[in-house]
């Protein structure tokens, strides 16, 4: 009996062991089936690649110009738009700008200020905005734009849209001096001495570069000598771009010989009276002039003379009072000088001259 309940107690232990043994098995199973389970649940939660993001680029930092003039200012704010009408309307821009500063006073007359109309432009059949302006008569009806650019497109309209500047599309686009005499022998100003105030403006200020800038490859410099009057193929020979004397190089003293004045940047008739005790009347008397209008570089006569070695038969020879047909060439040859040295002599970038400009035509240690 004793016996039965021992093997009874020894398989209870025996069944007790195995059954914990499967147990733990079956849990270390179950725990090794679930761990590559996990690993693949934390390799699908890795998120996508976030998308390229573009950071905004830094704001570009505006520098003010600054200008010598209302001029140079009003050049750089109008030179593209000039450009644009030249592409579109084939008007030169240095016709466009010249004109425009000086219809507009570099962009300082009522009109442009308060109209944003910068070529005068009447009312005519236009049923926008106006103002009204003493003019040729008083009290006329001007156009009055939202935008300066809207002056200028009706600028090359009204150029391009009318028969009688139809000549004027027969020249090259870079001939600013043909378009410059073309427009007041097709009536668009009165003004005698209106071509030459814009050949001035825009040799001065190179405003052909805006030209060339347009035209790019075809291109063509204007031919370096600028006539009142047409001048024949020999003379024109006779003038070649070496003669011309680059802006830069030239020097040239204010006092060229006694009672001769060499118009410098910035100066007008008054100035020059003042410096030299005179009034603009005797000035305009001495030179020619009827009006105030002067270009830089022109030589005028600052003194009647009175004593010898200023008298007028003596200043007479050591200037020239430049007449209808004349050029630098056929005035060179006159005087036995060279084109350069008349240049030089008078501050000339190139051989633009008009009609009762007075010119030195001997050096001073001649005089």
Same mark, same amino acid.
């Given at each position: 009996?004793?016996?039965?309940?021992?093997?009874?107690?020894?398989?209870?232990?025996?069944?007790?062991?195995?059954?914990?043994?499967?147990?733990?098995?079956?849990?270390?199973?179950?725990?090794?089936?679930?761990?590559?389970?996990?690993?693949?649940?934390?390799?699908?939660?890795?998120?996508?690649?976030?998308?390229?993001?573009?950071?905004?680029?830094?704001?570009?930092?505006?520098?003010?110009?600054?200008?010598?003039?209302?001029?140079?200012?009003?050049?750089?704010?109008?030179?593209?738009?000039?450009?644009?009408?030249?592409?579109?309307?084939?008007?030169?821009?240095?016709?466009?700008?010249?004109?425009?500063?000086?219809?507009?006073?570099?962009?300082?007359?009522?009109?442009?200020?308060?109209?944003?109309?910068?070529?005068?432009?009447?009312?005519?059949?236009?049923?926008?905005?106006?103002?009204?302006?003493?003019?040729?008569?008083?009290?006329?009806?001007?156009?009055?734009?939202?935008?300066?650019?809207?002056?200028?497109?009706?600028?090359?309209?009204?150029?391009?849209?009318?028969?009688?500047?139809?000549?004027?599309?027969?020249?090259?686009?870079?001939?600013?001096?043909?378009?410059?005499?073309?427009?007041?022998?097709?009536?668009?100003?009165?003004?005698?001495?209106?071509?030459?105030?814009?050949?001035?403006?825009?040799?001065?200020?190179?405003?052909?570069?805006?030209?060339?800038?347009?035209?790019?490859?075809?291109?063509?410099?204007?031919?370096?000598?600028?006539? /009142?009057?047409?001048?024949? *193929?020999?003379?024109?020979?006779?003038?070649? #771009?070496?003669?011309?004397? !680059? %802006? $830069?190089?030239? =020097?040239?003293?204010?006092?060229?010989?006694?009672?001769?004045? /060499?118009?410098?940047?910035? *100066?007008?008739?008054?100035?020059?009276?003042? #410096?030299?005790?005179?009034? !603009? %009347? $005797?000035?305009? =008397?001495?030179?020619?002039?009827?009006?105030?209008?002067?270009?830089?570089?022109?030589?005028?006569?600052?003194?009647?003379?009175?004593?010898?070695?200023?008298?007028?038969?003596?200043?007479?020879?050591?200037?020239?009072?430049?007449?209808?047909?004349?050029?630098?060439?056929?005035?060179?040859?006159?005087?036995?000088?060279?084109?350069?040295?008349?240049?030089?002599?008078?501050?000339?970038?190139?051989?633009?001259?008009?009609?009762?400009?007075?010119?030195?035509?001997?050096?001073?240690?001649?005089?």
């Amino acid at each position: 009996m004793k016996r039965f309940f021992l093997y009874l107690l020894f398989g209870f232990i025996v069944f007790s062991c195995k059954t914990k043994k499967e147990v733990v098995t079956e849990t270390k199973k179950v725990n090794t089936e679930q761990a590559p389970a996990k690993e693949n649940t934390t390799k699908r939660r890795i998120p996508p690649v976030a998308p390229k993001t573009y950071e905004t680029p830094p704001a570009k930092t505006t520098t003010t110009k600054t200008y010598v003039s209302d001029t140079e200012r009003y050049i750089d704010t109008y030179k593209d738009i000039a450009q644009v009408e030249m592409r579109l309307y084939e008007i030169p821009a240095s016709i466009t700008l010249a004109q425009g500063i000086l219809e507009s006073a570099s962009g300082n007359g009522r009109l442009s200020v308060e109209a944003n109309n910068h070529f005068g432009i009447k009312c005519h059949e236009w049923t926008g905005k106006k103002i009204y302006h003493d003019d040729d008569k008083k009290q006329e009806c001007f156009r009055k734009y939202n935008d300066a650019k809207y002056s200028f497109r009706d600028h090359s309209l009204f150029i391009a849209q009318r028969d009688r500047y139809s000549k004027l599309f027969q020249l090259r686009k870079e001939d600013y001096r043909g378009w410059a005499k073309g427009l007041q022998a097709a009536g668009y100003a009165t003004d005698k001495k209106y071509p030459q105030k814009l050949i001035s403006l825009i040799e001065l200020y190179e405003l052909y570069k805006y030209d060339q800038a347009v035209l790019e490859d075809t291109f063509k410099k204007s031919s370096p000598v600028t006539d /009142i009057e047409e001048v024949d *193929e020999v003379e024109v020979a006779e003038v070649t #771009k070496e003669e011309i004397p !680059v %802006k $830069e190089e030239v =020097k040239v003293k204010p006092l060229v010989g006694k009672g001769v004045y /060499i118009v410098s940047k910035g *100066e007008t008739l008054y100035s020059i009276s003042k #410096k030299h005790n005179t009034t !603009v %009347k $005797e000035l305009q =008397k001495l030179n020619g002039l009827s009006d105030n209008t002067i270009s830089v570089g022109q030589a005028l006569v600052v003194t009647a003379s009175s004593d010898a070695s200023t008298s007028t038969t003596a200043t007479t020879k050591a200037v020239y009072k430049v007449k209808k047909g004349d050029t630098l060439y056929s005035i060179s040859k006159k005087h036995n000088i060279t084109v350069k040295e008349l240049q030089n002599m008078n501050g000339l970038s190139d051989n633009t001259i008009s009609i009762g400009q007075v010119l030195v035509v001997k050096p001073s240690s001649k005089n």
